[in-house]
């Protein structure tokens, strides 16, 4: 029987973190051998904040290394990086066509990007549900793994494709979700105290998977607190769920019981249980860092592995756009 198809891909921003790790590469390492997976590298995406070319560049092979540090194993599926596959800006095209000004102009990311770069507002940001759509659709997946942040942008994949089908009396594209091994989509807070944890908030808010023990330890010590309550079992402030909500992903059980506990009867000490989380969450990250150091660097493994999976991804991706082509009517006459 033939696997489902999986597809998801991070932007080369800098170094991948705890987020990233949660809302989808954790996802990846266990799809790979259940479904069929295309993993990929969105540079494309990137460009919306018009990244230097050598940062750019460097980017991209780090976030390959920090795919395969993680566990993501080119033989068990296929990792690419988007910018190999002229399918995908093709298909984007395509799509552009029956996407419309007001349906983009209305997605929250687009908002929130658009009021925090008011200089910035470039046709690439618009319609950048357009192109994740086209990163889905040109293999056809119908689960896609990633945060809690991406649910609107799958949204949009469904309504970009179910009326691409619909106009070109087509049944091409099924409808992808958004997926996530536990029940629900996950969202990883900041340090910062509020909001989920992302780059854009400054490097201190974040845990990324490259940094070593003293700055992960460094970083969570920084992190917001509050005061302590005075109320037995009163509700904790955003920025005391988030510590909690962050040694969930990294604690043991006992541990997590017993700082909710002595949070509930008002005789916890925020410095303790920033320790505690600060030890950890190195014990998570160090082996992850420690895998990332070996790889990064070793470009002609990298290079191999780019090399083969864009060649498997555009295998995928062109039988999908001949029938796009034909569809809208590109036949060859000649
Ligand atoms: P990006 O690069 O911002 O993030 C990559 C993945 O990490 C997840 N993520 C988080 N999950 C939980 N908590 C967080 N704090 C957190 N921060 C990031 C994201 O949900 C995402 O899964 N547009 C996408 C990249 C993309 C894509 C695609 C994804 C382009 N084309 C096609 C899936 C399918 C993005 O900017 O993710």
């Not at 700055?215 to 988030?242: L, Y």
Request: net charge neutral; charged share 25%; with cysteine.
């Amino acid at each position: 029987m033939n696997k489902e198809i999986v597809v998801s891909g991070i932007r080369p921003t800098g170094n991948l973190h705890l987020g990233n790790y949660m809302g989808a590469v954790k996802n990846f390492i266990k799809m790979q051998h259940e479904y069929n997976c295309y993993f990929f590298i969105a540079d494309f995406h990137s460009l919306t904040t018009h990244p230097n070319p050598k940062d750019l560049h460097q980017n991209v092979k780090q976030v390959l290394a920090e795919y395969i540090a993680c566990g993501i194993d080119p033989e068990a599926c296929t990792i690419y990086i988007q910018s190999d596959l002229p399918e995908i800006a093709e298909l984007y095209l395509l799509l552009n066509m029956h996407a419309y000004k007001g349906e983009l102009e209305r997605v929250t990311s687009f908002k929130e990007k658009a009021k925090s770069h008011p200089n910035n507002i470039n046709a690439g940001l618009l319609t950048y549900p357009v192109l994740m759509a086209a990163d889905i659709l040109i293999h056809k997946a119908l689960k896609v793994p990633v945060g809690k942040d991406q649910e609107q942008h799958l949204e949009m994949a469904r309504t970009f494709g179910n009326r691409f089908n619909r106009i070109y009396n087509n049944e091409l594209f099924p409808e992808p979700q958004a997926f996530n091994y536990g029940n629900q989509l996950v969202k990883v807070p900041g340090l910062q105290g509020g909001g989920k944890m992302s780059k854009s908030d400054g490097d201190n808010t974040v845990i990324n998977l490259n940094d070593d023990d003293a700055t992960v330890r460094k970083k969570i010590m920084k992190a917001v607190s509050d005061v302590s309550p005075t109320e037995p079992n009163s509700t904790p402030s955003q920025a005391v769920q988030n510590l909690f909500d962050l040694m969930t992903l990294v604690s043991n059980q006992e541990v997590i019981s017993y700082y909710k506990t002595t949070f509930a009867d008002c005789s916890i000490r925020y410095g303790d249980l920033k320790k505690q989380l600060a030890e950890d969450m190195a014990l998570f990250i160090s082996p992850i860092k420690q895998k990332i150091d070996e790889i990064s660097g070793n470009d002609e493994m990298l290079g191999k592995i780019a090399k083969m999976g864009a060649e498997k991804a555009r295998d995928s991706a062109s039988k999908t756009i001949a029938t796009a082509r034909e569809m809208i009517g590109f036949t060859k006459f000649y």
